[in-house]
């Protein structure tokens, strides 16, 4: 028998439309999944939905984090670099949740950084990179940063000396070798990010490279490496034979 709804909307589709994560199977819902399952069953968008709690009368928590994450083209590094009022503009999205979602993507940078602190020694550009890379790799700014070393290549601190804007900061050399002193560095690397995603350096990095490392030489406190980080990967001055 076939039925024609003139003028009302398809019941199946108001049902649908009305469906919310409660009504789901067990096995489907974000939270009792996590639970059954475990953290690696869940997509991005499962995960995400957890944090945003719930969604509105017209879409569920699931589908507001897809379309977050399909607007951020499926890449957490770029929803990262987002803001609380960027993901405010999505409707159904408030602080809170806005909040939540950029807290919980901080607290896995700053995992990734400590699981990189813990190997304690810097002995090459990449090691240099797994470290900074969740400091500064999605950044909206430039930022300056330098790591001290003692004789063993070992960590005496990380130190952000500058923060400018999305073209550029400036480094002041006086500082920097001021605080390799007071640690008794034995070296240092330097690293500085580029929001553009450019890895190319600048006429100024190359020229703040060698005046960094020309007076290193005079303070006997040698310049290991200086790294261009951004989210495409890095640059490094000493593996491009630039130091």
């Known amino acids: 028998m076939l039925f024609l709804f003139l003028g009302k909307a398809n019941p199946l589709e108001e049902y649908q439309n009305k469906l919310t994560i409660n009504n789901w199977a067990?096995?489907?819902?974000?939270?009792?999944?996590?639970?059954?399952?475990?953290?690696?069953?869940?997509?991005?968008?499962?995960?995400?939905?957890?944090?945003?709690?719930?969604?509105?009368?017209?879409?569920?928590?699931?589908?507001?984090?897809?379309?977050?994450?399909?607007?951020?083209?499926?890449?957490?590094?770029?929803?990262?670099?987002?803001?609380?009022?960027?993901?405010?503009?999505?409707?159904?999205?408030?602080?809170?949740?806005?909040?939540?979602?950029?807290?919980a993507l901080e607290i896995g940078a700053r995992k990734q950084q400590a699981t990189a602190l813990t190997k304690n020694q810097i002995t090459n550009s990449k090691t240099l990179h797994e470290i900074l890379k969740p400091m500064m790799a999605d950044l909206?700014?430039?930022?300056?940063?330098?790591?001290?070393?003692?004789?063993?290549?070992?960590?005496?601190?990380?130190?952000?000396?500058?923060?400018?804007?999305?073209?550029?900061?400036v480094a002041d050399v006086k500082i920097i070798f001021k605080k390799a002193i007071e640690l008794l560095a034995s070296s240092i690397m330097l690293a500085h990010n580029h929001p553009s995603g450019n890895l190319k350096p600048s006429n100024a990095d190359i020229e703040l490279t060698r005046k960094m490392r020309d007076t290193g030489k005079i303070m006997e406190i040698e310049v290991l490496d200086h790294i261009i980080i951004s989210e495409n990967g890095y640059y490094s001055f000493s593996d491009e034979g630039m130091l």
């Open 140 to 169: 909206p700014h430039e930022e300056f940063w330098v790591i001290y070393l003692n004789k063993a290549n070992k960590i005496l601190s990380i130190e952000a000396i500058s923060k400018g804007g999305v073209a550029g900061t």
């Open 26 to 103: 067990e096995d489907d819902r974000p939270r009792e999944k996590f639970a059954k399952k475990g953290r690696s069953a869940l997509s991005n968008a499962e995960l995400i939905a957890i944090l945003i709690g719930s969604g509105s009368r017209n879409e569920s928590a699931v589908d507001l984090a897809k379309r977050i994450l399909a607007f951020a083209n499926n890449d957490l590094n770029a929803l990262a670099r987002m803001n609380v009022k960027e993901l405010c503009k999505f409707k159904g999205m408030g602080e809170a949740k806005a909040i939540s979602i950029l807290a």
